[in-house]
T-cell receptor, first 114, second 119 residues
Framework: QKEVEQNSGPLSVPEGAIASLNCTYS??????FFWYRQYSGKSPELIMSIYSNGDKEDGRFTAQLNKASQYVSLLIRDSQPSDSATYLCAVSQPGGGSNYKLTFGKGTLLTVNP | GAVVSQHPSWVICKSGTSVKIECRSL??????MFWYRQFPKQSLMLMATSNEGSKATYEQGVEKDKFLINHASLTLSTLTVTSAHPEDSSFYICSAPRGGGSSGANVLTFGAGSRLTVL
């Protein structure tokens, strides 16, 4: 059973602070990792993807991957109230071409307080 | 960018009726689409993989006779919830892989979702 674990939160941070979101996964064969943001009542939207160990930065977002520890994280710098949402960690297995599936964690609810 | 259109965005129906949800890839072709279901405060659970021109692949525990999937073209997949009951009330979301990730990996683009309420 492939599992993706996240702290459900809520995680509350003040505006301007760094929000740190964590995720662990059970399947060592996982190769692709994604962070999605989901606002209440809406579908997920992709924030970051990461495939190799180390850090990947995109604007205020930094994804970190450690395959040895089966751990992936998302840092949000200079958090804004508009970042308040549920953040979903998703892990995929290699399937070739477009035939791969994502396993989602339950998500961490982030609240950024003005 | 890649756009996946899903319709209807919300639907209310009586118990025992069937509901069809459409998922279209607007600016790219998708040989594969994925259907997810999300209950309140839960994560997305994959229901089935829709394959153009062939049968869908269902996840364990998902009734294929209740959740009918048709992927008749490279841009359209439909999910029909047959004989819907209140416990089928949920948020149904389709997605399609669109090339663009590194290492040859595809990235999923999600539709806006369809909220089904069965009375």
């Amino acid at each position: 059973q492939k599992e993706v674990e996240q702290n459900s939160g809520p995680l509350s941070v003040p505006e301007g602070a760094i929000a740190s979101l964590n995720c662990t996964y059970s399947d060592r064969g996982s190769q692709s990792f994604f962070w999605y943001r989901q606002y209440s009542g809406k579908s997920p939207e992709l924030i970051m993807s990461i495939y190799s160990n180390g850090d990947k930065e995109d604007g205020r977002f930094t994804a970190q991957l450690n395959k040895a520890s089966q751990y992936v994280s998302l840092l949000i710098r200079d958090s804004q109230p508009s970042d308040s949402a549920t953040y979903l960690c998703a892990v995929s297995q290699p399937g070739g071409g477009s035939n791969y599936k994502l396993t989602f964690g339950k998500g961490t609810l982030l609240t950024v307080n003005p | 960018g890649a756009v996946v259109s899903q319709h209807p965005s919300w639907v209310i129906c009586k118990s025992g009726t069937s509901v069809k949800i459409e998922c279209r890839s607007l600016d790219f072709q998708a040989t594969t689409m994925f259907w997810y279901r999300q209950f309140p405060k839960q994560s997305l659970m994959l229901m089935a993989t829709s394959n153009e021109g062939s049968k869908a692949t269902y996840e364990q525990g998902v009734e294929k006779d209740k959740f009918l999937i048709n992927h008749a073209s490279l841009t359209l997949s439909t999910l029909t919830v047959t004989s819907a009951h209140p416990e089928d009330s949920s948020f149904y979301i389709c997605s399609a892989p669109r090339g663009g990730g590194s290492s040859g990996a595809n990235v999923l683009t999600f539709g806006a979702g369809s909220r089904l309420t069965v009375l």
